[in-house]
């Protein structure tokens, strides 16, 4: 469809155009492809998220800009897209976790708390005043193990072994395509979420942007990954 038949298609999240697609929703995938570039890997007994903070701004204290956040003690996300987008759901899945845990005395399931973020999601793509949200996130969890999922703008997830959204996440999706292998140790998880984001960000990868966190299975907890023992990798 060329861009002057899509007009009056792209105005409200509620119409489709002719040939079935919620413009809408396409432009806010192209915010989450402009977002920050965020990696996800299982390793053996574990799961690892590597973000890209590209922070432009020399003023900005890099401390303050959180791309990975905490959701439970076992569950945590990656964002890529509006990083107020990606707050707002994070904040709401917080609360949904703290109140699982409130009422039966128990952990949510990675799953169970996916699934409510993406119909947060989804919800905000059919309905008249509003807009989707511009962001992707990567949960990653441990309840009976590992687990990794992207979500979609639009509502839909997917749990994977290895991932990546954001700035050229083609390019470092196919690196993880080529050289992941199951079980991997930790260390070669991490060595392998760099090197991904080495090859999709190339001239612009800086090991000062990045950001990792693990969730492992020894004692299901979030655990940010030491700055000095990525930088040695």
Known sequence: MSIPDAMGYDRAITVFSPDGRLLQVEYAKETVNQGTSAVGVLYKGGVLLVVDKRILEKLVIPSSVEKIMQIDEHICAAISGLPSDGRVLVERAQVVAQNHRNTYDEEIDVKSLVKDICNQK???????GMRPFGVSLLVAGIDERPRLYMTEVSGIFFEMKAVAIGENSRVITNYLNKNYRDDMPFDDALKLAIN????????KFDIERLESARIDSNDKKFAQVDVKKTKKL
């Open 196 to 203: 991904a984001l080495k090859e999709g960000l190339s001239n």
């Open 122 to 128: 989804q919800a905000f793509t059919q309905y008249g």
